[in-house]
């Protein structure tokens, strides 16, 4: 059984920077991981992912260029620099276990088996 818990989160002033962790139990290095957020009225959306079996890493178009994405143990972290109001969401964490999750493009919903509980991040002009 996956578990994911997420921390990290919090309040900071635009083209600031905070770094998000995802704390793994029960993961195999078959799975993808990556980071979604979601917006109350909106999709869950992907933000960045790795397969490590690949060693890919993708990010949404929104993000290119601002977050990073590393794995470290058990470990899934977010770097996310240079923040903007519309990166306020609430971040979650997941796993997925299909070989081929994550490896052509980054996860979406239907990518993923497992979630954190979420990570409120909240960015002020």
């Known amino acids: 059984q996956v578990q994911l818990v997420e921390s990290g989160g919090g309040s900071v002033q635009a083209r600031g920077s905070l770094r998000l962790s995802c704390a793994a139990s029960?993961?195999?290095?078959?799975?993808?991981m990556g980071w979604f957020r979601q917006v109350p009225g909106k999709e869950r959306e992907g933000v960045a992912s790795?397969?490590?079996?690949?060693?890919v890493a993708y990010f949404a178009d929104s993000v290119k260029g601002r977050f990073t994405i590393s794995q470290a143990g058990r470990t899934l972290y977010l770097q996310m620099n240079n923040l903007a109001p519309e990166d306020t969401a609430m971040y979650y964490c997941?796993?997925?276990?299909?070989?081929?999750?994550?490896?052509?493009?980054?996860?979406?919903?239907?990518?993923?088996?497992?979630w954190g509980q979420g990570t409120q991040v909240t960015v002020s002009s």
């Open positions: 997941a796993a997925g276990d299909r070989q081929n999750c994550g490896r052509f493009r980054v996860m979406d919903t239907a990518d993923a088996n497992y």
């Open positions: 790795i397969n490590p079996a690949y060693a």
């Open positions: 029960g993961y195999t290095s078959r799975y993808c």
